[in-house]
């Protein structure tokens, strides 16, 4: 990684420096990669970026394993074109890592040796076609909730890398929403197969937004650069507060006895999430977690003649230019 100098606490500068930067942030200024910017500020860029770029890339193997079971050859395109934009965001996020001055290799390095995190929601299993519609309905809406909210970070490339994602998301969520409601019309068989995904699917969702604000080390710091603007619980509440009443109203009831409405808040109150599994999962401990990172290695192996082919093909159009 490229260490970049200005900006580290010993330069004599820095507390001005700092000063000026977060009243840029204040005024609503987004922070382009040329400026000065502390380096616990480009760390926590990379790390969030970095980590959310995996999570588009391994976020392609749950649902791209049922593109050649898809049951009809219109669910059949919306699953590829689903699966192929994952491929694009990670491309999107990857590029928006890599102006702060660390390197695809390292990112792809530190996936493949499974240093690096990614989302929890990618280490489960996807066991029928149902759990195809619950992932675009709940997971893209959780990621989409999350999503909009960096839309609005201070930080410019990945500001506008989520503009775009989030309109793609948009179009993963409504896809997955349309399904689930015509399988929760349908047959006993398949509102059975969709009640189970919901099942399976309900509180690695709700984990998918991080652990609760008293948890979660990395927010307060986030909330004070502009890199979030909403913490985990809030993205979690506005979760909540949407799909909640769209399932009930669908005739689908989230597993977990103790949600009810607080007549006096106006919100869903969801009851214990169990934190054990998400840390279990986390650090590598989940159902999918070897088999997304053997996925990961093999296609990243099976890729290799290309990467090496591009190479040689710009190296000799390199050549021909200087003669
Ligand atoms: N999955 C995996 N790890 C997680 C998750 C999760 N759902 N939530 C939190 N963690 C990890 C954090 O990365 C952090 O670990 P680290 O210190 O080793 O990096 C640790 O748990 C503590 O969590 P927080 O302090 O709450 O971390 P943070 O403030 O960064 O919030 C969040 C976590 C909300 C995921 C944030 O990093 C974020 O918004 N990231 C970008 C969005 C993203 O990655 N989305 C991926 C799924 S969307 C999709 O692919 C469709």
């Known amino acids: 990684m490229v260490k970049l100098r200005i900006g580290y606490p010993e330069d004599p500068d820095y507390q001005e420096r700092l000063e000026e930067f977060e009243a840029r942030i204040a005024r609503g200024e987004k922070i382009e990669p040329g400026d000065w910017m502390p380096a616990e500020y480009r760390r926590q860029l990379i790390r969030m ?3 959310h770029a ?26 590829l074109a ?4 994952e491929a694009g965001h ?5 590029h928006a890592a890599e102006t702060l001055g660390v390197t695809r290799e390292e990112m792809v390095e530190a996936l493949l040796s499974g240093k ?14 149902a759990d195809v519609g619950i992932i675009g309905w709940l997971v893209d809406g959780m990621a989409i909730k999350n999503q909009t909210m960096l839309a609005q970070c201070s930080y410019g490339p990945y500001s506008r890398a989520m ?22 019309k349908g047959s006993p068989k398949q509102r059975r197969m969709v009640q189970d995904a919901l099942n399976r699917w309900w509180w690695p969702t709700l984990m998918m937004a991080g ?18 603007t909403k913490t985990n619980d809030q993205i979690r509440q506005e979760f909540l507060d949407e799909h909640v009443p769209e399932l009930l109203e669908a005739g689908l009831v989230p597993p977990d006895p103790e949600l009810r409405y607080d007549e006096k808040t106006g919100h869903w109150v969801h009851g214990p999430i169990p934190w054990d599994e998400f840390w279990k999962v986390i650090n590598g401990e989940g159902p999918m977690n070897r088999h997304r990172l053997l996925a990961r290695q093999r ?15 710009s190296k000799r159009r390199l050549a021909q230019a200087a003669d």
């Open 82 to 85: 689903k699966v192929q934009d």
């Open 299 to 313: 296609a990243h192996e099976e890729g290799r003649w290309v990467r090496e082919a591009l190479e040689a093909y």
């Open 163 to 184: 503009v775009r994602i989030c309109a793609e998301e948009t179009f993963h969520h409504k896809q997955g929403k349309e399904a689930v409601l015509l399988y929760a």
């Open 116 to 129: 690096a995190k990614y989302s929890n929601i990618f280490n489960y299993p996807t066991l029928t076609w």
């Open 49 to 51: 970026i970095s980590q």
């Open 211 to 228: 652990p609760h604000d008293t948890d979660s080390p990395h927010t307060p710091l986030l909330l004070r650069w502009g890199i979030k």
């Open 90 to 94: 990670g491309q999107y996020l990857y």
């Open 54 to 79: 995996h999570s588009e890339w391994v976020g392609m193997l749950p649902e791209g394993a049922w593109i050649p079971r898809a049951p009809s050859l219109r669910r059949k395109l919306i699953l």
